[in-house]
């Protein structure tokens, strides 16, 4: 079964930083999988726009490379490609000079058409380049900004970029970007819960025991410690990605699908979180960072040896208990971690149940486990349920606990689209949903604020772990002291 294609009108993307990593590894090939899905039509163009000199035909052998090295074989289909890379230009362009921007403003044109500017670069340069979009007059009114995490440090930089980006650009004209948002997985739990009767009469605290999200990676810094040492796992991953997942498994039904409606009731869910502080941090959380080990079947070094000062206390790992204060969720916690060099490459979200009230069966039947829903986002995403039944054969009652699976790639023809091919033609249409709003970016770091000022405040330090494992002794401590474990099983 595939889904209706529904082509966009013809647009302009300039993407700046256009000949950068983020470019090459996917945004290249997202636009490329939605022009030989037939979605991008006519002449919509995208233009790179980078510091370098290069010649428009230079741009296009980048592509080129760039589809051959990250796209599977069969994607690459010279007659497509050939066709895609027509779209391409490419204009030198100085965030901090004059250089480029009569150029770029030129090749533009006067057409009314949707232009979007994609900030691929670091945030630094983002109030300069929307101050030169607004200066040579190319915003128009159906313009589109797209900007990247990291948005601010912290909440005080946050309010500052936000405000800087506010300045040339509207609120509906700016989308703040979160790959997660576009996975299929993610939106399918909105339509798990607000598309069936069977899952919101129970989506509350007295049929729900807890909540898992696990954003695990088996990579560690890979040539970005000096940036990571700055930021750290809960300022690169919890603040945006983590949150971001809890909302919605958290928020209350919208009154409907509208961008506004939705990112209102995510606000809610961050402005009910409960205040982590110097108080309850050293309790509540656990900060871990990956020493030397083994990963992916070879010997890996540890984090500090990454870094040229060989010294930090920066985290690779943080595990969080949550907890929600509103009627929906109280008495509910919310476990997060998130790591780098951990066992298993898997983000996934998991809806513990609570037990049955009363067990009728004999102990010969076997222990009677409760009910989880799983949600797995990366790798081969699927939705499981595990449910428990009758084990088939004679010999009386036994009970084992199996798998209700839907995986995307069984179940549909063709694979799940990246999460980038879905938000950057959603930018295109306009559709915010999938976005980040302003109120929503600043809500977060408010509560995300304290929690680093505690680890301060309270001096609490790295738990070290070894590379390839799940993490420090005290995450397993987090959760086992509440009487449950990690959910470390793949759903599929």
């Known amino acids: 079964m595939t889904s209706q294609i529904i082509p966009v009108d013809p647009f302009d993307y300039v993407?700046?930083?256009?000949t950068g990593d983020l470019s090459e590894r996917k945004l290249i090939p997202a636009l490329y999988r939605r022009t030989?899905?037939?979605q991008i039509v006519g002449g919509s163009r995208i233009i790179g726009a980078a510091r370098g000199e290069m010649?428009?035909?230079?741009?296009?052998?980048?592509a080129r490379k760039a589809l051959k090295e990250h796209l599977p074989a069969k994607e690459f289909k010279e007659e497509t490609v050939a066709a895609f890379l027509e779209r391409l230009h490419y204009v030198p362009v100085d965030a901090k000079s004059d250089r480029g921007w009569s150029d770029l403003a030129e090749l533009l044109g006067e057409e009314d058409r949707v232009r979007a500017f994609y900030l691929a670069v670091g945030p630094s340069i983002f109030g300069e380049i929307a101050a030169r979009l607004h200066s040579t007059g190319l915003i128009r009114e159906r313009s589109r900004l797209v900007i990247e995490k990291p948005i601010g440090h912290d909440l005080a930089s946050a309010n500052a970029l936000n405000e800087i980006v506010g300045t040339h650009f509207r609120e509906d004209q700016i989308f703040r970007i979160d790959h997660y948002l576009g996975k299929e997985t993610v939106q399918n739990l909105m339509a798990l819960r607000f598309g069936n009767a069977l899952y919101e009469p129970v989506w509350n605290s007295a049929h729900i025991d807890h909540v898992q999200i696990t954003v695990a990676e088996t990579l560690g810094v890979e040539g970005r410690a000096d940036y990571y040492d700055r930021s750290g796992a809960i300022r690169d991953m919890v603040q945006n990605h983590l949150l971001q997942l809890l909302c919605l498994?958290?928020?209350?039904p919208p009154s409907h699908m509208d961008a506004d409606a939705v990112r209102d009731e995510k606000l809610k869910v961050l402005r009910s979180l409960e205040p982590i502080t110097e108080a309850n941090a050293d309790r509540l959380t656990v900060r871990g960072q990956y020493g030397a080990g083994a990963s992916n079947g070879?010997?890996?070094e540890g984090y500090l040896d990454a870094l040229e000062s060989g010294k930090s206390d920066t985290e690779t790992f943080v595990a969080i208990k949550a907890e929600i204060g509103n009627w929906r969720w109280a008495g509910v916690p919310f476990y997060l971690r998130t790591g780098k060099r951990l066992a298993k490459r898997v983000s996934e979200i998991v809806i513990q149940f609570k037990p049955a009230p009363h067990n009728i069966f004999d102990r010969e039947a076997g222990k009677l486990q409760s009910n989880r829903l799983v949600?797995?986002?990366?790798p081969d995403e699927a939705v499981s349920q595990m449910i428990m039944i009758k084990d088939p054969g004679p010999g009386g009652m036994r009970l084992r606990q199996v798998a209700l699976d839907m995986s995307f790639a069984d179940r549909f023809d063709a694979d799940a689209p990246d999460a980038y091919e879905r938000l950057l033609l959603d930018v295109i249409r306009g559709n915010a949903t999938l976005f980040m709003r302003r109120d929503e970016v600043e809500a977060a770091w408010r509560w995300v604020d304290p929690i680093i000022a505690g680890w301060e405040e309270a001096s609490v330090k790295c738990q070290k772990y070894t590379a390839g494992t799940w993490g420090p002794s005290g995450s397993i401590a987090l959760i086992e002291r509440d009487g449950r474990t990690w959910h470390e099983e793949s759903v599929g």
């Not at 010649?55 to 980048?62: D, H, L, T």
């Not at 498994?249 to 209350?252: G, K, L, Q």
């Open 15 to 18: 993407v700046f930083g256009g």
């Open 36 to 38: 030989a899905d037939g």
């Open 55 to 62: 010649r428009s035909e230079e741009f296009r052998e980048f």
């Open 298 to 300: 070879g010997a890996v």
């Open 375 to 378: 949600l797995r986002l990366q």
């Open 249 to 252: 498994v958290a928020m209350e």
